[in-house]
Structure formats: C-alpha cells, structure tokens
C-alpha cells in the first residue's frame, strides 16, 4: 500500500530525516517507534503533506505523493490524527467531526452524508452523536477519541495515528490500542503508529519500524 525510499527531510544543515526506506502492506498495523527528536513525526508530517521531502519518494497505491498538499494527500485516503488534540471548542462534537468529512476521500459530500459519516465514525469511538454533546467536558481520553473520530471521518484507507496514548491511564491506554486494532479487523483501516508506550503498542501492532537519529536502525516483528 504505502512505499517509502531514501526520504530525507533537511532543515538547514540539520537532516531530521535521512534516507529513511519502509514498506507498509495493506491490512497492517506498523508501529514506527524511537527516542525523542528520532524523526517520527517528521516522517508522518512528510507522509500526510505537511512538509515537501527535501528528497526520496513517498509512493501510496501506486502513485507518487511527496510533496503534495495536505488536502490533496487526505483525498487520496490518508488520514492522520496528531499528538495533540485542538477542536473547534465553539462546535458540537459532531460539528467537529462532520467538518473532516468535508475534506476526506469523497469530494463534495452532501450535508446529509457529512454528518451520517461522523455519527458512524463518532460511534467507532465510543462517543455521544447527539448535536448538542459539547466538546468542553472531554477529558484527555475523550479528546484523543474525538481526534480519531475526526481522521476516521476522512473514510482513510491509510490512517496515520501519533501518540494516541499520551495523557492516558492504563485502562484508557488499552481501550485506545484495543479501538485501534478494532478500526484495523472491522474497517479494513490500515494504520502506522507512533508511540512511546511500548507495553501496549507491542500488543498490538504487526511489525515495526525503529527510527533513531533520523534514520531506520531496526525492523521487524514485535518479538
């Protein structure tokens, strides 16, 4: 599904990322995992259009997509949460979600299908459809739901998730890797992950990529 060669990203004379090289299958979970400042989420920020490789190539279902736009890049089918979470806190929670709908895989949808899209994809994630659920009251847990749902309601085939444990307890930590495996067996959603919290996301992911320096040290399944 996704080829990544020789991606190199440069800011200056400082190369975050340099030469990193991976494959992704569909129907995967990736882990892309490192220390801090190891350039994962440059790489994610290449891969969803953020920022333009200084060089490589980012190949997605056979078309080239380095350096395109965000926008662009989201109606190809990749969908990306971040670390983060920054709604609109003056939309409902469905508001929120229906807006991503707008910019996802279908141009153009009507009123009527943007928001039947993120009642399902509000659903998916365990949170209130009714128009008037706000989203001030979400704690941390509910705040990285509602970033899921809103990438989820781009109806991605490729989901970019970074850092969907952070704030998190332990139980809400293995509701969230739980959902993400989930989104994979029932959607069909394949996904790379970015994250630190290695007991819970060895769990769960296929294989993973080791980044360190800006470059791939390591590559395997999790045992």
Known sequence: MLRVAGLTKSFGGFTAVGGVSFDLAEGEILGLIGPNGSGKSTTFNLIAGALAPSAGSINFLGREIGGKHASEVARLGIGRTY?????????????????????????????????????????LVNLPTEASARVDGLGAAGLKKLELARALATQPKLLLADESLGGLDESEMNQAADMLSMIRDKRGVTIIWVEHIMGVLMRVVDRCVVLDHGEVIAEGRPA
């Open 83 to 123: 670390q983060i979470p920054r709604p609109f806190r003056k939309l409902s929670l469905l508001e929120n979600v229906a807006l991503a709908a707008y910019y996802g895989q279908e141009t153009r949808p009507s009123r009527e299908k943007a928001w039947a899209q993120a009642r399902d994809a509000l659903t």
